[in-house]
């Protein structure tokens, strides 16, 4: 009996250790490059990355009024949706200041009002009111889901929608063996027109082939009795949104 008590402690701690290194994953890949993350987004996916968010977008139930976006960076989803949604109030979480800082800097740009930006870990953010819904896009390998999926649920309204968008590592032989060619091309080509993404294109392989995020998440929502969960592979399963009704 204690035998197991240990183990189950051991494996505890194990796995707050391995979230606690994801977020200073997420630090390390995102320090000093927020000037060309809109860049390095386009270019290393193709222009997917355009594509994927207005996927994200067409998700989203109708006549929202209040929506969380976490880890916006610099606010690529966030301004999607508020385009898309004008009279919705949007709040936009990140861990790191220089994104955020592009963020509010676009909003005085656009003169929107509807739209505020909140510094912190995502994981630590839970707000009071009925959010219609929670989106991310390229957070979930960086987080702590069960916590993440837990505080969804205390922030969404009943029938609100939690929407993750984030990379996978294809199954298919040949499109894995394509999606290697592509991170090799991005190591080098990549990293010689953007040095200051040298760490995250060549971490960011690995951590794509160990994230088991998916699983993670959808037990998260079992355990969470959210419904409707869909798992919609994208690219040749190269990303997946996964979304789920409280
Ligand atoms: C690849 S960017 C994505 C930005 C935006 N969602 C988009 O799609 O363009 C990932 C962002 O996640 C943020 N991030 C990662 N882990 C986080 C956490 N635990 N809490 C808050 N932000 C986090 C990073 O600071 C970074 O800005």
Redo the contacts with the bound molecule.
């Keep these: 009996m204690l035998g197991i008590t240990y183990s189950a402690r051991r494996v505890q701690k194990k796995k707050s250790m391995m979230i606690h290194s ?2 200073a994953l ?2 390390r ?2 320090s000093g490059n ?1 000037a060309t ?2 860049q390095i ?1 386009n270019f290393s996916s193709l222009g997917l ?1 355009g594509w994927w ?1 207005r996927k994200i977008v067409s998700q989203i139930p109708h006549n929202p009024t209040r929506i969380l ?10 301004f999607r949706i508020a385009q898309r949604f004008p009279h919705c109030r949007i709040l936009g ?4 200041d220089e ?1 955020l800082g592009i963020a509010k800097e676009k909003a005085r740009a656009l003169e929107l009002t509807t739209v505020e930006f909140i510094h ?6 839970v707000l009071e009111g009925d959010f219609d819904c929670v989106t ?4 979930a390998k ?3 889901l069960t916590l993440l999926v837990n505080n969804a649920h205390e922030m969404l309204r009943e029938g609100g929608m939690l929407i993750m ?1 984030e990379l996978t590592y294809p199954t298919r032989a040949l499109y894995a063996l394509f999606w290697h060619i592509h991170f090799k091309f991005l190591q080098a080509y990549g990293t010689w027109k953007y040095p200051e993404w040298r760490i995250a294109l060549d971490e960011l392989p690995a951590c794509l082939k160990e994230t088991v995020w998916i699983d993670e998440l959808v037990d998260a929502l079992k355990v969470n009795k959210f419904s409707d969960i869909n798992i919609e592979y994208l690219a040749f399963g190269a990303s997946a949104i996964v979304s789920a009704r409280k």
Excluded: I, M, P, W
Excluded at 93 to 96: P, R
Excluded at 120 to 125: L, N, P, S
């Design positions: 994801r977020t997420a630090e890949f995102f927020s993350y809109e987004a990355d968010k976006d976490q880890a916006c960076g610099t606010g690529l989803l966030t979480v990140d861990l790191q994104y912190g870990k995502v994981e630590d953010v991310s896009c390229y957070l960086y987080a702590d968008h």
